[in-house]
């Protein structure tokens, strides 16, 4: 099993560029998360989805869109990219709703210039 | 809102020292995990305390649920290596949503 992983590593955009991070995981796990992280803070929630076909939205959603036309795959777009977006961007998924059992993506590193 | 408050923000120890780390809130939480991200990598799960008063260990990791249910504590014992990385405290606030504190970033010298 692979886990959870995101597509690309890295990515560097100029401003007001758009892309499309990608998230799959091989666990048949139902709920799937999109969280960023920024220097000397902790993960933040921008969006999560339940189930296939459904998404929802976390703590800080503004300027990012997210599709999850397949159970295991969980796609998380940037329209039109800000500076202020820049940061590491992690998948996660889980069996439960329960905090206690997300898998965790290895990342991904947007610099947005 | 909900803020979890982790200290010491970072850590210098020498090889085989004990490590003690905290986490704490004005808000009351039903539960308490503890993550370890390497570096590079994704967060990991540790430890997870569902109990005020609960204690539980993984290995040379104890962890410990606060009785006022404020706070948790996380201890490694006879640091090696390959601790180093970044803990963090994250709790789930109700739902799918879970916070996480800012972060210990451990050092460790061989």
């Known amino acids: 099993n692979a886990g959870v992983t995101q597509t690309p590593k890295f990515r560097v955009l100029k401003t007001g560029q758009s892309m499309t991070l990608l998230c799959a995981q091989d666990?048949?796990?139902?709920?799937m998360y999109w969280y960023r992280q920024d220097p000397g803070m902790g993960l933040r929630l921008i969006h999560y989805?339940?189930?296939?076909?459904?998404?929802a939205k976390g703590e800080v959603p503004d300027g990012y869109n997210v599709s999850r036309l397949k159970k295991q795959n969980f796609l998380l777009g940037l329209e039109s990219a800000a500076p202020s977006q820049t940061s590491v961007y992690f998948c996660?998924?889980?069996?439960?709703?329960?905090?206690?059992?997300?898998?965790f993506g290895p990342g991904t590193r947007l610099t947005v210039l | 809102g909900q803020q979890l408050n982790q200290s010491p923000q970072s850590m210098f120890i020498q090889e085989g020292e004990d490590v003690s780390m905290n986490c704490t809130s004005s808000s009351i939480f039903n539960t308490w995990l503890w993550y370890k991200q390497d570096p590079g990598e994704g967060p990991v799960l540790l430890i997870a305390?569902?109990?005020?008063?609960e204690l539980t260990s993984n290995g040379r990791l104890t962890a410990q649920f606060g009785i006022t249910r404020k706070d948790s504590f996380l201890n490694i014992s006879a640091s090696i290596p390959s601790d180093v990385g970044i803990y963090f405290c994250?709790?789930?606030?109700?739902?799918?949503?879970?916070?996480f504190g800012a972060g210990t970033r451990l050092f460790v010298k061989a």
């Open positions: 989805s339940v189930g296939e076909g459904t998404t």
């Open positions: 666990m048949n796990h139902e709920y």
């Open positions: 994250a709790s789930n606030t109700g739902g799918f949503k879970t916070i």
């Open positions: 305390l569902y109990k005020a008063g």
């Open positions: 996660a998924s889980s069996y439960s709703r329960l905090a206690d059992t997300q898998y």
